[in-house]
């Protein structure tokens, strides 16, 4: 049983397409995140929900836009696909908005964009 | 603003040597302090975290890490690596009263046989 699993586990796409990743927890958390880790390592937030509520929106293009179903799930679709939109991008659930909690990650989703 | 300094990308290491993994933050608030662990192709793993009271915090896999306030520091330690524990370490810092986790750009530990 996988806590936190995304689809598809690698993304190959030309730049201009329209592309969605899906994330689903079983752990019963309230809060979900996206996160970008680039090519050197770096990870960097970009989306937060919590009970299906958008809390954190950092300063992500419009090209990106997160869409929660219901409280388990939480996916991503980003249009218009750039070659620096090449990364791996992890899902991540916590039981509440507290970071002292600790985040369960997903297991990434490498996009490349030819 | 706060920031997080691993400062070593790369550290290698023979099989039962003992390791430090270096980490220092810079906040104006009070923080909670994380180290996760991440394996080659899977997700970061929680390893410890320090919320408050005993500076030394013991996690899974017999790391444990010590809260240096003076120092701002939060460095990740273990006294006899494996082959096993060869992955990306990621120092983390959450500010308190925010929903935000700073990540570390990642230590590379790499034990040799």
């Known amino acids: 049983d996988t806590a936190v699993s995304q689809t598809p586990k690698y993304l190959v796409t030309q730049m201009g397409n329209d592309k969605s990743i899906k994330c689903e927890q079983n752990l019963g958390h309230d809060t979900m995140y996206w996160y970008k880790q680039d090519s050197k390592k770096f990870l960097k937030i970009m989306f937060s929900?919590?009970?299906?509520?958008?809390?954190i929106n950092e300063t992500v293009p419009n090209r990106f836009s997160p869409k929660s179903p219901d409280k388990a799930h939480l996916n991503l679709h980003i249009n218009s696909l750039e070659l620096g939109d090449s990364a791996v991008y992890f899902c991540?659930?916590?039981?509440?908005?507290?970071?002292?909690?600790?985040?369960?990650f997903g297991s990434g989703t490498r996009l490349t964009v030819v | 603003a706060q920031s997080v300094t691993q400062l070593d990308s790369q550290v290698p290491v023979f099989e039962e040597a003992p390791v430090e993994l270096r980490c220092n933050y810079s906040?104006?608030?009070?923080?909670?302090l994380f180290w996760y662990v991440q394996y080659p192709n899977q997700g970061l793993q929680l390893l410890l975290k320090?919320?408050?009271?005993?500076?030394l915090v013991k996690g899974i896999n017999g790391f444990e890490a010590e809260f240096n306030k003076s120092q701002t520091s939060f460095h990740l330690r273990k006294p006899s690596v494996h082959i096993s524990d060869t992955a990306e370490y990621f120092c983390a810092v959450s500010p308190r009263g925010t929903y935000k986790y700073i990540f570390g750009t990642g230590t590379r530990l790499k034990v040799l046989a």
């Open positions: 991540a659930s916590s039981p509440g908005q507290g970071f002292q909690y600790g985040y369960t």
């Open positions: 906040s104006s608030v009070s923080v909670y």
């Open positions: 320090y919320l408050s009271g005993s500076t």
């Open positions: 929900y919590n009970n299906k509520e958008l809390i």
